[in-house]
């Protein structure tokens, strides 16, 4: 079976619909075809500043909504990324293939170093895109389900594996990102041209998944809309009902033009009302079961700890493949 590997970062309380609607969903799809890795990376998110005594429990949190959305741990590898210590073997060595230019022109780097100053900006904030080809080459991915924004970094992973294939001889498999196109890019509900996103939407602008549901529902019904009064769906003129319009048609999985036609003749304020109880039906049983999963906090560790077996059963084989090629000692 073709390898697909995935991951998501514990930066926040609970990942949100731009999260599931983009990748995670995907990532449950795909279980049932592929050899499946996913993974929590708190590795990736101590890159831009965290704090240590929330981390733990964010990690157990994102690993709980996983489960919750419907992953199975008995037909895919679930795993905290830092209970892998070949990742950041492998970053090492691939940073050494890495052009510091080519690392450079990462926009994901230069919009989030530009929030947070040069200064403040960490070395591994830069470094992150080549950690995240380290997850990746280690399990061999074909597929990476992924957002339109991991787009860049998966071009360089691509990159890297074909570099390191050429220098050292044929190591990794080179992966193609799986980005589905129609929700590929979640947008802000106060911002329609950005992407909602944990470490810079506004509340009002992202709908957490183990927020309470009423509040998402008044989120949507104070969604930023467009000028105009007509339900069409046009993502230039009218980004903001278009974003409803994609979240709307992937929760209830009724086309656009089916959701278009039936409020013809209806008002913005409908669409958002409906929509908003929409968001409140998906949302309630999966909070059901986040809670379940975070109740028993030792049997999800020990169920993550089995996932990190799984995972480095692989990831060994590949990072002792490497020491092999680049001329090092094999790994003890
Ligand atoms: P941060 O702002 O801290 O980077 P994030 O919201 O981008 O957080 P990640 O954990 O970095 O979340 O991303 C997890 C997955 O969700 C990735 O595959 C990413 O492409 C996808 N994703 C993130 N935001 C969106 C969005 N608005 N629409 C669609 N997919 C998204
Ligand atoms: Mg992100």
């Known amino acids: 079976r073709p390898r697909v590997l995935s991951g998501i970062q514990p930066t926040a309380d609970s990942f949100h619909l731009g999260n599931y609607l983009g990748a995670v969903r995907h990532w449950v799809a795909l279980q049932d075809t592929h050899d499946a890795f ?11 500043g965290h704090d240590a005594k929330t981390l733990r429990q964010r990690s157990r949190t994102a690993a709980a909504q996983l489960l919750a959305v419907g992953l199975d741990p008995e037909r895919c590898a679930l795993f905290v990324q830092s209970q892998v210590p070949e990742h950041a073997q492998l970053a090492w060595i691939l940073s050494c293939v890495t052009g510091f230019g080519e690392a450079s022109r990462m926009t994901q780097f230069k919009d989030k170093s530009q929030k947070q100053g040069s200064d403040r900006a960490s070395v591994g904030l830069f470094t992150y895109p080549i950690l995240q080809a380290a997850d990746i080459l280690l399990y061999q991915a074909d597929a990476v389900p992924v957002g339109e924004d991991q787009r860049q970094h998966l071009e360089l992973t691509r990159d890297l594996a074909q570099r390191f294939n050429t220098s050292f001889g044929r190591t990794f498999t080179v992966p193609a990102a799986h980005i589905v196109r129609d929700t590929a890019k979640i947008t802000d509900l106060q911002d329609p041209t950005a992407k909602m996103s944990k470490s810079s939407s506004s509340p009002a602008g992202i709908i957490n998944l183990l927020e309470e549901p009423a509040r998402s529902a008044k989120k949507i019904r104070s969604a930023v809309t467009d000028t105009g009064r007509e339900i069409v769906f046009d993502a230039e003129a009218k980004p903001g009902i278009a974003n409803l319009l994609t979240i709307y ?3 209830t999985g009724r086309s656009i033009d089916d959701l278009v036609a039936a409020y013809a003749g209806k008002g913005y304020g409908d669409l958002k009302k409906d ?4 968001v409140v039906e998906f949302v309630r049983p999966v909070q059901e079961r986040t809670r379940s999963y975070l109740d028993d906090p030792a049997q999800l560790d020990k169920l993550l700890a089995q996932g990190a077996e799984k995972a480095r059963a692989v990831a060994a084989r590949t990072l002792a493949t490497t020491y092999e090629r680049v001329g090092f000692f094999p790994p003890v």
């Open 38 to 48: 996913y993974c929590v990376v708190d590795l990736h998110a101590i890159t831009a």
């Open 249 to 251: 048609s992937a929760l």
């Open 275 to 278: 929509l908003g109880e929409v």
